[in-house]
């Protein structure tokens, strides 16, 4: 495994990130496919002891079971101080006002909430998870300060939005000497590379750290084209993300894992941690073999060539990922 520093922060991150969606009781978050908590746990003592420092979880994953179940895998795993636990607000957790969305009242009675499942007294980085369109920035970044100075947040990140709206986030927090994100987590792979156009660049002049989620598309880079699983049956979002001109691109990543005698989901890996924005990608794990590639693909070295194979075919999308 290898470390670096998130953006230019002090934060130091393993270069792969287990992304803690995989587990969680499926009657209280609506994936049915979503491990238990003995598998759930094994993965993440298997991350550990790989050299993965870096756990991102959700208030909303699996109706906050997620963070249950990973709060309790660190504290019989690990030394606290040694793990770096991350968690997002935004979604919705329970009728009424400031159930859902980045109000004050909804981020100060999150951050507890969240702080209760995981069994720790702060989390290393709070996220926001999507924009809120009906609350003003300055009200949401004053709370997430807040949240910093309470001793309950080490440090802040956002995630897919605009890069228009992430730059009036930042803007606000230095105007009023409020904390500025550190890291962004956003939809980026061979398959969607919209971010290169204008987040990624604002991500790299303004010292940001780039923590990309689906790094291998919901699976779509690691099999042909047309292979269904039980996830890809019933993620009706995912459905919304890629497209059939798509498969060319999957063609290529399976051809060239084929001539270097490893698995697809290392090329597809390797690629994003080719990219210098690119800190640590988020791997979902739901096979111990998920988990073996993701690591493997750390030293994998891809030749400028096959860098710019895997990269030639892609055909533009839609914005996509910001809801």
Known sequence: MRYTRLGSSGLEVSVVTLGCMSWGDPSRGGHPWVLDEDAGRAIIRDALEAGVTVLDTANVYS??????????????????????LATKVHGRMRPGPHGAGLSRGAILH?????????????????QIHRWDPEVPIEETMEALHDVVRSGKA?????????????AKAQEVARTHGWTPFVSMQDHYNLL????????????????VG?????????GRLTRPWDTETSRTETDEFGGTLYRDEDADIVATVLALAERRGVAPAQVALAWLLHQPVVSSPIVGVT??????????????????????????GYVPHAVAGHR
């Open 154 to 166: 080490r440090y802040l990140g956002a995630s897919s939005m605009y890069a228009w709206q992430f």
């Open 210 to 218: 780039v923590i990309p989620w689906s790094p291998l598309a919901r």
């Open 63 to 84: 109706g906050g079971s997620s963070e249950e179940i990973t709060g309790r895998a660190v504290r019989d795993f690990a030394r606290r101080e040694e793990v770096v």
């Open 110 to 126: 999150e951050i507890d909430a969240s702080l209760r499942r995981l069994g720790t007294d702060y989390v290393d980085l709070y």
């Open 287 to 312: 096979k111990a073999h998920h988990l073996t590639d993701a690591v493997a693909a750390v030293d994998l070295e891809l030749s400028d060539e096959e860098l710019d194979e895997l990269g030639s």
């Open 192 to 207: 969607y590379r919209e971010e290169e156009r204008e987040m990624l660049p604002l991500c790299a002049d303004q010292g």
